[in-house]
């Protein structure tokens, strides 16, 4: 298994390099008027699909050597391959202080780093005359591409010291970060052999990159740390691994489809650019939970018992409740409200920036000062007009009516200028009309809405695009979408949650946690960013707008983050609930188990996404804040505070479940329950009377009803005449309440006839249900 990895891997890598594509910048909001106007413009916003622009400033144009300078110039950057002719004369700004180049490419060319640089070579009699240049476009954009590798390696790093602290083994350690890197690898070369047929989203491969990294390593930790319970209970390897991935990779396999569920919602918008910032994340997250279940159990199996080796991990209740996250449990849960409140306070604190959320679109200049894309904003804001970074391209399918409508935009307050028509064919042209506010301003989305419902109306049939009109219908397309798209993913994640742990509250509260997690975020985000508390430290000049998209996509990300440390821990707690039937315990004994996995898988994902603040690219820099803090606050507050405070707030209510609704949902994640629980079990061996004692129930027709060992295979529920029995301790739900007896489910007597519930021992009445089979 380990070198199909390997190949295939090797093969994505290929087929990368053969048939890969760069990333695209293209943004179309189907049905809006923007996109009426872009499908007669053509390949708008495309890379290679408009001439790239060079400004020269600085000097006076007028000098002579300057004059000179500009010639020799053109003429250099028009016999770079690929290039093709430079129009003449260049088009100086009003005060003559620079001039603007448009570099053409040749048919069939595209736009790379390399093509990029020998532009800027090309440029250096204009330099060497004092001018300052600045390349822009989509030759800008090369030069400007967000490098993820710097913050790749630094999370690599960062995982491995963090696992080396928490196993204290070099092994255990190594695992679950080379499993992460074969997905990162295989994932971003499969990105880039898709990026050949559609167009993905320059930002996608590095969102993907950050949460693949991060759930790479979460999978496989939480495989790792069953596993070494399994060993210090002395399990074999051979033996351990099927239970690990038993119990362990099926919650995996649960956690990590309800990640794909919540991004795949993005689709919702109908937005080409957003689905695919989801369904990138996606691939990732589908190898990162394929690599648990196939690649890490056959290199589990290699290492053996080395994986043991350092500190030993827990191998019963007793060692959980003398631990350390044991004793931390124990304090929670002993005082549940004030420990509910508190956490709850902290959380609405930290959320309550969100109420000022503004969201808009954010230009070049909000790129850190160093990036070309900045000094090309900067340049045409000085020598023209900040507007000339966001021009709208007017489209009048009548040319007889072009005059008019130029008169009538002209004349409209917010426009600096309007150029002359441009045939489009069919009878169409196209005006350029350059606004006097920057895009990301209010008053060009202002003067946006002017010209469609008032303006153009009077004078004619007309559609206003471009990349600024685009990106203020996408931010319009997001509001009206984004209330379904919170409904359709809660509401699925519910539903998951409901057939995993068969439960009507839990699912409910776990939405509702993981929608306080996601408020927090949105407050951090706000704070920083729009507020511009500590911008600076982030490389940012000072406040930037929040991009339209960005919270919709954070909040499908976050919420399938959050559900993952959700099914772990409940996971964990509804195993000893199931065994033991005290509520209580169950939930001190779940936070100690998973407390040290969680947390260690936390802050390997928070040093993660905090590394990718390094990126010069804003928005990667607002989703690595956001991802970050949400983690923090997910794995720390929410799941070492609130949700066990308020598990044992509710009590048995945590595990209602109707009668009928019993009856009817499929069994997700019992499979491996009875026959592969972990070590957490009873220490020894434990005869009928002590068994009995514990809660075992003598039911009707004198059948003994045993609970299985979790590690003793000799633990078999046998009756007096053989019959074979499983106990399912579990809610009981056949009441209206949390104490309503028996389950539908139940089997009772040697002859297999379903129990009423009256022939249960008395004191087991509350505890749960219990099976026969």
């Known amino acids: 298994m380990v070198v199909l990895w390997l190949v295939g891997t090797a093969l994505l890598l290929v087929g990368s390099r053969m048939v890969g594509a760069d990333t695209a910048d293209d943004i179309s909001v189907p049905g809006s008027d923007s996109a009426a106007a872009n499908e007669q413009l053509g390949a708008v916003g495309r890379p290679g699909g408009a001439p790239s622009e060079l400004v020269l400033h600085g000097r006076s144009l007028d000098d002579p050597a300057v004059a000179r300078a500009l010639r020799e110039t053109v003429a250099a950057i028009s ?13 100086p700004n009003p005060d003559r202080t620079a001039a603007r180049l448009t570099v053409p490419l040749e048919e069939g060319e595209r736009a790379d780093k390399r093509l990029a640089r020998e532009v800027l070579d090309a440029a250096a009699p204009a330099e060497d005359a004092g001018l300052e240049v600045a390349l822009g476009g989509a030759l800008g954009r090369q030069l400007s591409a967000v490098d993820s590798r710097t913050s790749e390696i630094i999370g ?18 190594m695992l679950p970060v080379a499993t992460a890197l074969v997905v990162v690898v295989g994932g971003l070369a499969g990105l880039q052999v898709l990026a050949s047929a559609v167009d993905i989203p320059d930002v996608a491969p590095t969102l993907a990159a950050m949460i693949g990294l991060g759930v790479g390593v979460d999978y496989t930790l939480f495989l790792v740390n069953r596993q070494r319970r399994l060993l210090a209970a002395g399990m074999s390897p051979e033996q351990a691994v099927p239970r690990s991935c038993a119990t362990a990779g099926a919650a995996v396999v649960f956690a990590g489809a309800s990640v794909v569920v919540a991004i795949s919602g993005l689709m919702i918008t109908g937005v080409d650019l957003v689905s695919w910032l ?119 399918p009548d040319a007889e009516r072009a005059a008019p409508v130029a008169a009538a935009i002209g004349s409209t307050e917010g426009v600096a200028s309007v150029g002359p028509p441009r045939e489009l064919g069919s009878g169409a042209v ?17 003067l946006v809405h002017r010209l469609r419902t008032e303006v153009l109306p009077e004078v004619g049939p007309a559609h206003v695009g471009g990349a600024t009109a685009t990106r203020i219908d996408l931010a319009e397309r997001i509001t009206a979408r984004l209330p379904w798209l919170v409904l359709t993913v809660v509401g699925v994640a519910c539903l998951l949650l409901l057939l995993a742990f068969r439960s009507i509250l839990l699912p409910l509260k776990a939405a509702l946690m993981n929608l306080v997690s996601v408020c927090a975020a949105y407050g951090v985000v706000t704070a920083v960013f729009q507020w511009g508390w500590g911008a600076s430290l982030l490389g940012l000049d000072g406040p930037m707008p929040i991009d339209s998209y960005v919270p919709m996509v954070l909040f499908a990300v976050l919420f399938g983050l959050s559900m993952d440390y959700e099914v772990f821990l409940l996971s964990a707690v509804r195993e000893h609930w199931r065994r033991d039937g005290d509520n209580d315990a169950a939930v001190r004994r779940g936070v100690a188990e998973t407390g040290g996995v969680i947390t260690s898988a936390a802050l390997i994902m928070v040093c993660v996404f905090a590394s990718f603040v390094l990126v010069g690219e804003p928005q990667v820099k607002v989703f690595g804040v956001g991802l970050a803090t949400a983690i923090i606050v997910d794995a720390t507050i929410v799941r070492c505070l609130l949700v066990p405070a308020t598990m044992v707030l509710l009590g048995r209510w945590n595990w209602w479940l109707p009668r009928w609704l019993d009856r009817l949902l499929p069994r997700v994640l019992d499979h491996g329950e009875h ?4 070590a957490g079990g009873s220490d020894g061996d434990h005869d009928l009377a002590e068994r009995s004692a514990r809660g075992v129930v003598a039911v009707g027709g004198g059948g003994v009803v045993e609970r299985e060992h979790a590690v003793d295979d000799r633990a078999q529920p046998v009756d007096l005449d053989g019959a074979v029995h499983r106990q399912e301790l579990g809610p009981a739900a056949d009441g209206d309440g949390p104490h309503g007896g028996t389950r539908g489910e139940q089997h009772a007597g040697i002859d297999g006839r379903r129990g009423t519930g009256d022939e249960a021992h008395a004191g087991d009445v509350s505890r749960g249900s219990h099976r026969a089979e």
Not at 79 to 91: I, Y
Not at 156 to 173: D, E, P, T
Not at 430 to 446: F, G, H, I, K, M
């Open 79 to 91: 016999a770079v391959p690929g290039v093709g002719t430079v129009p003449e004369p260049v088009q």
């Open 156 to 173: 690599i790093v960062a995982a491995l010291l963090v696992l080396l602290l928490a196993f204290g083994s070099a092994v255990a350690a």
């Open 278 to 396: 989801g369904w990138s994340s996606a691939l990732l997250v589908v190898g990162a939970v394929l690599s648990a279940v196939t690649l890490a159990p056959a290199m589990l199996a290699l290492a053996g018992r080395r994986l043991n080796r350092g500190r030993a991990a827990a191998a019963t209740d007793a060692d959980l409740d003398r631990g350390g996250w044991g004793r931390f449990a124990g304090r929670v849960t002993r005082r549940p409200a004030t420990v509910a409140l508190g956490s709850a306070l902290l959380l609405l604190l930290l959320g309550a920036p969100t109420l000022t959320l503004d969201l808009g679109q954010s230009d070049a200049g909000d790129r850190s000062p160093d990036h070309q894309l900045h000094r090309f904003y900067d340049a045409l804001s000085t020598g023209w007009g900040p507007g000339e970074n966001g021009p709208l391209s007017v489209v009048v």
């Open 430 to 446: 196209s005006l350029r009309v350059v606004p006097t506010t920057a895009p990301s301003d209010p008053a060009t989305t202002n």
């Open 675 to 678: 026959d592969a629980d972990d």
